[in-house]
C-alpha cells in the first residue's frame, strides 16, 4: 500500500486550498483515512478522518467548520478540502491508511501506512 499527498501551497490568511491523497495497492482492506499535520517543532496532530466504506467523519476541534474531508472510491483519493485557513495551519499535511480498527481514531499509531506529507503554508 502506498500513500502519495499532493496539493499543497502558500495561501494567504482566510484563503482555501485543497489537498489530495491517492492510495495505491489494496485500498479495499481499509477501514479508515485519516489527515494529520506536523508543524515545525510540534508534535503530530489529528486533523480529520473518514471512513472508507460508510463515509462517516470526524474532525479536530481546531479544524471543525473550516475543513471537509471526503473520498472518491473510484478514483482511490481522499481530499482535504481547507476554508478560512489561518497561520496556525501551517504544517506538513500527511495522509495516513487505518487497516486495524474499524472506529474512527485519532490517534497516530493506530494507523497502519502513511504518505510523505505535503507542505501548506498560511502567510498573514
Known amino acids: 500500500v502506498q500513500l502519495q499527498a499532493s496539493g499543497g501551497g502558500l495561501v494567504q490568511t482566510g484563503g482555501s486550498l485543497r489537498i489530495s491523497c491517492v492510495v495505491s495497492?489494496?485500498?479495499?482492506?481499509?477501514?479508515?483515512m485519516g489527515w494529520f499535520r506536523q508543524a515545525p517543532g510540534k508534535e503530530r496532530e489529528f486533523v480529520a478522518a473518514i471512513n472508507w466504506r460508510f463515509g462517516s467523519t470526524h474532525y479536530a476541534d481546531s479544524v471543525k467548520g473550516r475543513f471537509t474531508i471526503s473520498r472518491d472510491n473510484a478514483k482511490n483519493t481522499v481530499y482535504l478540502e481547507m476554508n478560512s485557513l489561518k497561520p496556525e495551519d501551517t504544517a506538513v499535511y500527511l495522509c495516513?491508511?487505518?487497516?486495524?480498527?474499524?472506529?474512527?481514531?485519532?490517534?497516530?499509531?493506530?494507523?497502519?501506512?502513511w504518505g510523505q506529507g505535503t507542505l501548506v503554508t498560511v502567510s498573514s
Open positions: 495497492g489494496h485500498i479495499s482492506g481499509a477501514y479508515n
Open positions: 495516513a491508511a487505518d487497516y486495524s480498527i474499524a472506529t474512527i481514531s485519532e490517534q497516530s499509531y493506530e494507523y497502519d501506512y
